[in-house]
């Protein structure tokens, strides 16, 4: 899926979010409760913003430890 898009932040919903971070929803859902995926509410739906979204990979593939 192309998540670009020109001119202006994108702002994906919680099920696409799951399907860019390749996680399941519970785990989105609990990683946003507690404050390490920030969000958006439109009404009450949550909004992901993908450079949001791409920092926390990021953060998240660095801070795993080697085996």
Do not use: W
């Not at 929803?25 to 009404?43: E, H």
């Amino acid at each position: 899926r192309d998540y670009s898009q020109r001119g202006a932040q994108r702002a994906l919903s919680l099920e696409e979010a799951c399907v860019y971070l390749r996680m399941h929803r519970s785990t989105v859902l609990k990683y946003s409760k507690a404050g390490l995926l920030p969000f958006s509410l439109v009404g009450s739906r949550k909004r992901y913003a993908i450079d949001d979204l791409d920092a926390f990979l990021q953060g998240n593939h660095t801070s795993r430890r080697k085996k």
